[in-house]
């Protein structure tokens, strides 16, 4: 059975950083892609940042030049690191793995981002 478990989030000022990390666990396939979701109040659930298993990345405008995504595969954990957080950040952040057997998403880490 896949797993896939957040931490990192927490509560930070504007300006600030912080790394979620996802552990991934359960699964002997490999996935397409590896990514980060969020869904604010109010808001429509976004895409927030992906990898894919040749490399690549992407993310959505609102976070170019101040989030990272990367992967750690010795440890299966997938990273977010988030710069320069803004209060329009603050949600509820979500690792998500798409592969042969589906999409399979983790529990979800607060972040919340005061002025």
């Known amino acids: 059975q896949v797993q896939l478990v957040e931490s990192g989030g927490g509560l930070v000022q504007a300006g600030g950083s912080l790394r979620l990390s996802c552990v991934v666990s359960g699964s002997t396939f490999s996935f397409n892609v590896i990514g980060w979701y969020r869904k604010a109040p109010g808001k429509q659930r976004e895409v927030v940042a992906g990898l894919r298993s040749d490399g690549r990345t992407n993310y959505v405008d609102s976070v170019k030049g101040r989030f990272t995504i990367s992967k750690d595969s010795a440890k299966n954990t997938v990273y977010l690191q988030m710069n320069s957080l803004k209060p329009e950040d603050t949600a509820v952040y979500y690792c998500?793995?798409?592969?042969?057997?589906?999409?399979?998403w983790g529990q979800g880490t607060q972040v919340t981002v005061s002025a």
């Open positions: 998500v793995a798409s592969g042969m057997g589906g999409d399979y």
